[in-house]
């Protein structure tokens, strides 16, 4: 996977996923292979399992994906059971289309996968009537977009739906009480904005922290 700063001490993180973390199938280890060789981020393999049980355990059948990279967190869903559907979108159309050759390895049907070149925010702006109907929204992508699409999501999702942010730890600066780039403002505006609302939230400390949302 592409290196970065773990909040875990010492070699704990990877000890974490090379040890306690049942890959579904192989291809998950190419995947990351893959993200270590060509430096592209992606969700720890433990981030992973989390979203693929969240899914299992929610019976999730509709998901939308902000933010593809090679599709390593789209597969961990797809895998919790045949029924999930995932759309997922990302502007970088060459990288995200690694993600269809990683699922065809996997034999993953192509009715359950949709993979949408477009700008993340203009496309839910434009698609606002369509966010209802995902049970599921993980949102992986430019920090800076968060707070708009935290707002943006919350408005239009139906009751029951589940809104994940990943990176809500940010590699520990959320912590860091001056914020002083774009990225780490937008983290702390998102943290702000889910502690105003009447509805349940947690953190799961897993890779970089995902902020778990449902809403009532």
Not at 74 to 93: P, Y
Not at 155 to 174: C, Q, S
Request: glycine share 4%.
């Amino acid at each position: 996977m592409k290196q970065r700063t773990s909040l875990f001490q010492g070699d704990f993180e990877d000890k974490i996923n090379s040890d306690y973390v049942l890959r579904p199938h192989p291809v998950f280890l190419e995947m990351e292979q893959y993200s270590k060789e060509q430096n592209v981020p992606s969700v720890s393999p433990a981030t992973g399992k989390v979203l693929q049980s969240l899914v299992r355990w929610k019976n999730i059948g509709s998901i939308l994906e902000l933010g593809t990279g090679i599709g390593y967190s789209t597969l961990w869903m797809l895998s919790a059971h045949s029924e999930t559907r995932v759309v997922t979108i990302d502007r970088r159309e060459a990288q995200a289309q690694k993600l269809l050759e990683f699922a065809k390895k996997m034999q993953i049907p192509d009715a359950a996968l949709n993979l949408i070149s477009h700008d993340i925010v203009d496309w839910c702006q434009t698609k606002k009537s369509d966010l209802s109907q995902f049970d599921l929204i993980l949102v992986d992508c430019d920090k800076i977009n968060y707070p708009v699409l935290a707002e943006l999501l919350w408005k239009e999702i139906k009751p029951g739906a589940t809104l994940v942010f990943d990176n809500m730890l940010w590699h520990g600066r959320v912590f860091q009480e001056e914020a002083p780039k774009p990225s780490d403002q937008a983290i702390h505006q998102v943290w702000a904005w889910a502690k105003s609302l009447s509805a349940s939230y947690t953190l799961v400390p897993v890779g970089d922290g995902l902020l778990v949302l449902e809403k009532p």
